[in-house]
């Protein structure tokens, strides 16, 4: 039963990196469509709010009340984590291949490590860190080539948004483990809070930047684009990505989670005509590698 129960979480996140994986060509096919990205980015958020909310309805409503600490903390954490995250990710498939995005974003567990030394005062051993030494190097692997020889323009915009991505995903784990080692902040109220105050941090962005008139003249193919990014892929790929880990360990799941890198490069270039650069997928095997070999790492010392 056990086994079954084990086998079951691993497929549950094997098939939330899939989905996962499906999200790079799908907001690129937006872009390509001319879609303001910033709309793509706030739809998202409020799929997943409506998600997150039904979910503490029926498991914890205690956690929607928050002090004023708690909101203040909360809006400056979905500033940093969830506007960067949704934001970041959509407007730099704009401006980069789906591939190097995918690249960028794939450092944020080494992030993730590094940081945790100074914000949950983790231990970070000389392995972890050479591992995070070599994230950087598969990163410029990915992109060095395409200044020299021409292979790809790469923007500086996109970059930065990408690695924008990277930060912000990096501050959920980080935060995350802090509130739960503190209790300052229940996981509840962090998950639901942060997107209440990234969709607001994004409607002000969405406001400023591009308005609201784009909305009325959205195609049936944008909308349904949006439609699947917002609730299967976002909503259903968390929910099965939850499922798992009450089986799966986080550090093994992270590493499950790595064939999400693979799936965006496949599906890319079947679907977009968007074949990786050579460059660009030894920079991801090089990121991949690390990343795996830091998760086994932290298993073991887990284990031990």
Known sequence: MIVFGRFRGILCVVAASFIWGTMGPAGKALAMLGTDMGTVAWSRAVFMLSGFGLWLIFRSPRDFRISWRQGFFLAIFGLFGTYGMYAGFFRALSHLSVALNEVVIATYPLMTAVAAVFINREALSARKLLLAFLSLAGI?????????????????????WSFATAVAMASYS????????????????????????????LSLDKTIASGWGDLLA??????????????FASVGGWTLYFFGLRTVR???????????????????????????????IVGAGVIVGAVCAASLEETSEATT
């Open 174 to 201: 980080l935060f995350g483990r802090l509130s739960a080692q503190t209790g300052f902040v229940s996981q509840g109220t962090l998950l639901f809070y942060s997107q209440v105050f990234g969709l607001l941090w």
């Open 218 to 231: 959205l195609s049936s193919r944008q909308i349904s684009l949006m439609v699947y990014l917002g609730l």
């Open 140 to 160: 410029l692997i990915a992109v060095f080539p395409s200044f020299v020889d021409g292979v790809a323009a790469v923007s500086g915009i996109g970059l930065f």
């Open 250 to 280: 986080a550090s093994m799941a992270s590493i499950i989670g790595m064939n999400e890198v693979v799936t965006a490069m496949a599906i890319a270039a079947f679907w977009l005509g968007q074949a990786p650069a050579w460059n660009e």
